[in-house]
Nanobody, 121 residues
Framework: QVQLVESGGGLVQAGGSLRLSCAASARTFSSWFRQAPGKDREFVAAIHWSGLSTYYADSVKGRFTISRDNAKNTVYLQMNSLKPEDTAVYYC??????????????????WGQGTQVTVSS
């Protein structure tokens, strides 16, 4: 069941940038996950409801930035220096004020439908 809505995916050349957006309630712990064909869902980035703390997978540190604008009820994922291995369906996820393990997809209560990001060589 689709509970959140992501947007901003598309096709981009290696080295390019995209910004994903997700409609999310202000006071939720929010994350981005991604899933490539035939692979498990992978944690990408997370942000505390206040925006004061952020967390990243090692594979995207220094390239991706998660942020939020609570006045707009929106969470963003700015993706720079994209690589072909970033190709995946990206999902927005949200939970309550806190989660037991933010890297686990089981920690989240709400999910979007996914948006495709394709990075060409």
């Amino acid at each position: 069941q689709v509970q959140l809505v992501e947007s901003g995916g598309g096709l981009v050349q290696a080295g390019g940038s995209l910004r994903l957006s997700c409609a999310a309630s202000a006071r939720t712990f929010s994350s981005w996950f991604r899933q490539a064909p035939g692979k498990d869902r992978e944690f990408v980035a997370a942000i505390h409801w206040s925006g004061l703390s952020t967390y990243y997978a090692d594979s995207v540190k220094g390239r991706f930035t998660i942020s939020r604008d609570n006045a707009k009820n929106t969470v963003y994922l700015q993706m720079n220096s994209l690589k072909p291995e970033d190709t995946a369906v990206y999902y927005c996820a949200a939970a309550g004020y806190r989660v037991s393990d933010y890297r686990s997809h089981n920690a989240y209560d709400y999910w979007g439908q996914g948006t495709q990001v394709t990075v060409s060589s």
